[in-house]
């Protein structure tokens, strides 16, 4: 009966070490310091509070050899020790941490998800293979992954966002916006005034409330914005080639419109009466003409794509 016991414990021993590390810390940290996390691969999650403390909790990866939590200044620094040799597989570090929401964070990860909500003094993610879900961060705003999905809610400032063979699904961000894609759909419904999208072999479709600048460049892309209001002396200007292009615009838009078509691909305006004409040498057509004295500009050159103008309805 001892014997089995002692097999038993040591068999407990045994899967709480390979369970990887628990830990519970907090530091003191100042209201609007900085805080950098560096974990190559697992869950983060990240909450900003209202208390002047920065605490992690959760479990390390299986490979860890410890951690390091420290404060230097106005700026702590958390960090995963893997050794290299223990760098290929397992299951990576479950960690959750609470920060002020004054602080600015920089974290980043090669095999990392990440999750962060309510940090308003600046944030920048990245990783190689994994998700990024954000919500309710303020000021200047990096999110960057490859092989991976960027889920946003309620972003306010400089917000720059990209992914390789991944999507992003942006819903209420303000400020100035920009996404990039390769080989994913962007979708996006916010309020920003300031939008720049690149993209390939893409969807993209923006539901935007009011533009002041709206810059879209796309190669073998589907292109749907419907605009609610084009404010004075606003701009958009569309290069794409191949794909489609379909803007639905205030029946009451001020603006000198511009469309430029090379190398086949149609042109439908349902804005006006204004139809497109073909060069007299070459494929192609184009199509220029001004509405309602013409406060903005639009401008689109396509390659080998259709483009569609309409009323928003």
């Known amino acids: 009966m001892n014997k089995l016991l002692s097999t038993l414990a040591l068999a407990l021993i045994a899967n709480a070490t390979i369970a990887g590390q628990s830990i519970d810390q907090q530091l003191q940290a100042a209201a609007n310091g900085r805080v950098l996390i560096d974990n190559m691969r697992g869950h983060i999650t990240v ?126 961000s303000s400020g100035k916006l920009e996404l990039s894609t390769v080989n994913g759909p962007i979708s996006s419904n916010n309020e920003a005034e300031f939008i720049e999208v690149q993209s390939i072999n893409s969807e993209i479709k923006l539901e935007l409330l009011k533009i002041k600048e709206l810059g879209v460049k796309t190669a073998n892309a589907r292109i749907d914005v419907i605009l609610q209001e084009f404010l004075p002396r606003g701009d958009i200007n569309i290069d794409t080639v191949s794909g489609r292009v379909e803007l639905k615009l205030p029946e009451d838009i001020s603006a000198d419109i511009s469309l430029q078509n090379h190398a086949g691909g149609h042109i439908h305006n349902g804005l006006s009466e204004h139809q497109p004409e073909r060069p007299r040498f070459g494929p192609g057509r184009s199509l220029d003409f001004s509405l309602n004295g013409g406060s903005g500009n639009i401008d689109i050159t396509s390659v080998s794509a259709d483009v569609d103008l309409n009323p928003k309805k």
């Open 47 to 172: 909450e900003g509070w209202d208390k002047n403390l920065v605490k992690v909790s959760g479990e390390l990866d299986d490979a860890a050899e410890g951690y390091e939590f420290e404060r230097h200044g106005d700026r702590i620094v958390f960090e995963v020790n893997i050794p290299r040799r223990k760098a290929k597989g397992g299951e990576g570090s479950k960690l959750h941490f609470y920060l002020p929401h004054n602080s600015s964070l920089n974290a980043e990860g090669v095999n990392v998800e990440f999750h962060i909500k309510g940090v308003y003094g600046g944030t920048r993610l990245e990783t190689i293979n994994g998700n990024i879900e954000a919500e309710a961060l303020k000021q200047d705003i990096e999110l960057e992954t490859i092989n991976g999905n960027i889920r946003s809610r309620n972003l306010d400032g400089r917000i720059e966002m990209s992914t390789v063979n991944g999507r992003i699904d942006d819903q209420n």
